[in-house]
């Protein structure tokens, strides 16, 4: 039977892979209630069909912004171990996904990939040592900095106030790019992985990371996508829906040129969001509570599924506990390849769990410790983890959260016409503990009836402060402004 399909796969052209393709697709301030199979009023189509016929993942975690999400993805490790506890990559910060391990692109190129990356970057470029092609990736067709204009293609770094720094930042690889003035990213990110795929030697399995900005802001959408929701009064969720529709297309024209050059039987497709949809910007995590940035479910609970015909348990929904940097660990053992000369993994290999619905390896997810963040309310306890600073822990069906978690709101769609619903607390308060089992939308703090689970769960992130190293979080350097690099953004050391 393996001879017989062999010489049919030889009768057709150059024979596939015995590996399967990988292909990561991560959508930018995707909010939990975004996707159509979430009982969205926004209309995802190919999203909900590869999922419906994959496997969802509904216990599945990332983090509430942006660089560490994509840190711990490319890493395989918590941000306390890299630095990166606090805060976004700023393009005017001498910053990056540190050096001292391999990516996820380094090993699963050992493995005998070809390894691409297009879209959004957002983990540091101030040296040349840590842009996409010298951190595992063939090539990168993309963005470096964290958000820009879809259509010009420019950036400014304005987060420190009397300054900003622009430029173009639109790359080919090393190259700056300047003839796509006009062309909508969601488009051309997607025609480049078609591009990818359709090119592709056919015999060497590949890895594509496919980093939409969408649907990120600026709210920009050509108008074909923006008008079929002309029902949505609210502008913002008018031009996000449209967004989101034009991402759930290009992800289904990447997927047709799969099924068209043979490759979709022998490809996985994985599928995440970033972090939570930022409310005021269109996305919505209803009915979960608080938003892009907090430490509230809504921050970090995350839209996920995965596709392919190797899942042996396709159609199905996952509950296990399973984590952004788990991919590391599982997709590199997907690849055949191994996580030798790392750095102590915080990730699980979670494809038993996925594909055939095994008990996850992973208990507990730590969501960050954040000593920067400004202190919030008083110390509750000597002897453990202090309740002032910004942090948050998951272990079992318990999360902890102390000091100052962010917005706390529920915030149903616009179209609801209701307001967001805000707790009244002690405008101190600095610690909750809820049973997400049970209560995913954190409504009941039940720290009081349970000090025993809150001071074990304390004592969990002393025991992970031990191991933090100090967050970097440097100055902006006035040596990355673009002006001084022929008008684009790119290392400056």
Not at 101 to 128: C, E, M, P, Q, R
Request: proline share 6%.
């Amino acid at each position: 039977m393996i001879r017989a399909v062999l010489l049919l796969l030889c009768a057709c052209g150059t024979a596939l892979s015995a590996k399967p393709n990988i292909i990561f697709i991560l959508a930018d301030d995707y909010g939990y209630h975004d996707v159509g199979y979430h009982n969205s009023e926004i209309k995802t189509p190919v999203l909900d069909q590869l999922a419906a016929a994959g496997v969802k993942l509904e216990n599945y975690y990332v983090q509430p912004i942006c660089t560490p999400s994509r840190a711990q993805f490319m890493s395989g490790r918590y941000q306390i171990h890299t630095g990166l506890q606090h805060g976004i990559i700023w393009e005017s910060q001498p910053n990056a996904l540190p050096l001292g391990s391999a990516t996820i692109a380094d090993k699963i190129k050992h493995a005998g990939y070809a390894t691409y990356a297009v879209g959004k970057w957002h983990l540091g470029f101030y040296k040349n040592a840590y842009i996409p092609t010298n951190r595992g990736f063939d090539s990168f067709y993309g963005y470096l900095s964290g958000s820009e204009n879809y259509y010009t293609h420019n950036h400014c770094d304005n987060h420190v106030a009397n300054t900003s720094y622009c430029g173009h930042d639109l790359r080919d690889n090393t190259k700056s790019v300047f003839t796509e003035n006009g062309h909508y990213s969601t488009h051309l990110f997607t025609e480049k992985a078609i591009d990818i795929i359709q090119k592709h030697d056919k015999s060497k399995p590949f890895f594509l990371y496919l980093a939409y900005q969408s649907t990120h802001s600026p709210l920009q959408v050509p108008s074909q996508y923006m008008n079929q929701y002309s029902h949505i009064k609210d502008t913002n969720r008018r031009t996000f829906a449209g967004m989101t529709t034009c991402m759930d297309e290009g992800i289904g024209n990447v997927t047709a040129a799969l099924r068209a050059s043979g490759q979709l039987a022998n490809t996985v497709i994985i599928f995440s969001s970033d972090n939570g949809g930022q409310v005021h910007e269109g996305g919505n995590n209803w009915p979960l509570r608080g938003m892009k940035a907090t430490l509230w479910e809504g921050g970090s609970r995350a839209v996920g599924f995965v596709y392919g015909d190797m899942l042996k348990n396709k159609g199905t929904v996952n509950h296990q506990m399973i984590h952004v940097s788990d991919w590391f660990p599982t997709l590199v053992g997907l690849a055949g390849g191994n996580t030798q000369g790392t750095k102590p993994l915080d990730g699980f290999d979670q494809w038993k769990t996925i594909s055939e619905n095994n008990a996850s390896p992973r208990t507990e997810i730590l969501h960050n410790i954040d000593p920067l963040t400004k202190p919030w309310g008083q110390k509750l306890y000597n002897n453990t983890f202090d309740t002032r600073i910004s942090a948050a822990i998951r272990v079992g069906k318990w999360k902890l959260i102390t000091g100052y978690p962010g917005d706390g709101s529920w915030t149903p769609p616009p179209h609801f016409g209701k307001d967001p619903i805000v707790e009244r607390v002690d405008a101190l308060k600095n610690l909750w503990l809820f049973d997400i089992n049970n209560d995913p939308t954190e409504r009941h703090d039940l720290s009081a009836a349970n000090p025993g689970v809150v001071k074990n769960l304390l004592n969990r992130l002393a025991n992970y402060q031990k191991t933090a190293v100090p967050p970097v979080y440097p100055d902006p350097d006035p040596r990355c402004d673009p002006k001084l690099h022929g008008g684009v953004w790119g290392p400056w050391e």
